[in-house]
């Protein structure tokens, strides 16, 4: 929750301009004046909590120090995720040994089909192999269609 929102205020604002926002808000959003209107009293203890802490220094200044880390962390978080989205976009995505490693744990290429059939160069895979992971034989033997 972004105290500084919620009172419309500027992160550089004064103890005088909270207490202005405070008050302007708080007379708007009163429960008193907004009997029945469960939205103006949820606003209310939202602007209440914002001031509680704003107009305290050491609150304001733990509050600030957390929202300046989770705003970096939020930045980081999504560079990366941008990062991967575009790197995925442009090139798929490469699994570089698990791939390799399930090759030679099921025994075929899973990656075969999508490049139209080839094989990677190196790879020892059998292009003749049986896919164990398909069901095919059980399917029809299940069907009685053979």
Do not use: C
Request: glycine residues 4%.
């Amino acid at each position: 929750m972004d105290y500084y929102k919620i009172l419309n205020i500027p992160q550089q604002a004064d103890e005088s301009q909270i207490k202005q926002a405070y008050r302007k808000l708080a007379k708007r959003y009163h429960p008193d004046l907004n009997p029945d209107n469960p939205e103006a009293e949820a606003r209310f203890k939202d602007i209440v909590e914002a001031y509680e802490t704003l107009s305290d220094p050491a609150k304001r200044r733990k509050y600030d120090a957390n929202m300046i880390h989770s705003s970096d962390t939020m930045e980081s978080d999504t560079k990366a995720q941008d990062t991967v989205r575009s790197a995925g976009a442009t090139q798929g995505v490469n699994f570089g040994n698990f791939t390799r490693d399930m090759e030679r744990y099921f025994g075929f290429s899973f990656q075969a089909n999508q490049q139209g059939g080839k094989q990677n160069p190196g790879n020892t895979v059998n292009k003749n192999k049986k896919n164990p992971l398909d069901v095919t034989d059980m399917f029809e033997a299940f069907m009685k269609i053979k």
